[in-house]
């Protein structure tokens, strides 16, 4: 996620977490940790799956207090195994205390989500049905777990993507619900789009001559200025569903399929 989305969007929802886990002094922290100690503990697999909500983890705690910090060995969409080290976080001992059942608790929701989504992903693998979305979210938990559950990341499509966009040296811009297919440290990343999004962002894509879509909707808060989309460009849109092709925005080139399969073709051909 942007920086934009968690303050906007995530970080209400989880200090009502904390809030909620914190409704008075910890006794147990306050009586085995009374002063501020200086300590690191490790994030360890406990079981096989796929990873999500890294950032969320980290973000519990550094709402906590801004001068802890972790160091990740992993990243969201990953398959990992049990007794792997996911990451290491160091701070004060009592915020580590304070916050590790909030922060565990969003991991292991978002986890299990990306898990059982990349597993009907694979059962889906090789026939004609797609799957588009996950739907069906827990209350004040639409943010998490539809990231968890997204598309191109229970799918393996993100690796492919970025394989294709090094390849040819192309900038990446998401949506809201693409946030998460790459790292805001990536030089080819310019961050979101939309109302909420950068604006260096949205003169990228507004000004290409060239924008591949993949999986987005040209709605108003994902594209700022719609029109701006096929102007004076070519657009290539890339969706599984079929009726999403076209709306709000006509293409150039229209491609109906699997963003996976589609980009791991694409990465074996020669471009120049």
Known sequence: MTDITLKLNADPLILQALREDISSEDVT???????????????????????????????????????????????DGDAVKNKQLLAKVTGDIRVLLSGERTALNYLQRMSGIATYTRGVADLLE?????????????????????????????SGAKDEVIKFAEKCN???????????????DHPLSMGMVGNNGKKYANRAMNESDVLIMVGARVADRAVSQPDLITKDKT?????????????????????VGDAAAIFKELNKEEIN
């Open 29 to 75: 922290t306050n009586a085995v940790m009374p002063e501020k100690k200086l300590g690191t503990v490790e994030l360890i697999c406990k079981q096989d799956g796929i990873i999500a909500g890294l950032q969320v983890f980290e973000r519990t705690f550094q709402l906590l207090d801004p001068e802890t910090k972790v160091e990740f060995y992993a990243k």
């Open 126 to 154: 090789g026939t004609k049905t797609k799957l588009l979305d996950t739907r069906k979210t827990t209350p004040n938990n639409r943010i998490f777990e539809k990231y968890a559950g997204g598309g191109v990341i229970s």
């Open 170 to 184: 192309l900038p990446i811009v998401t949506t809201m619900m693409g946030i998460g297919v790459i790292s805001a």
């Open 235 to 255: 657009l290539i849109h890339i969706d599984i569903d079929p009726a999403e092709i076209g709306k709000n925005a006509g293409p150039s080139i229209p491609i």
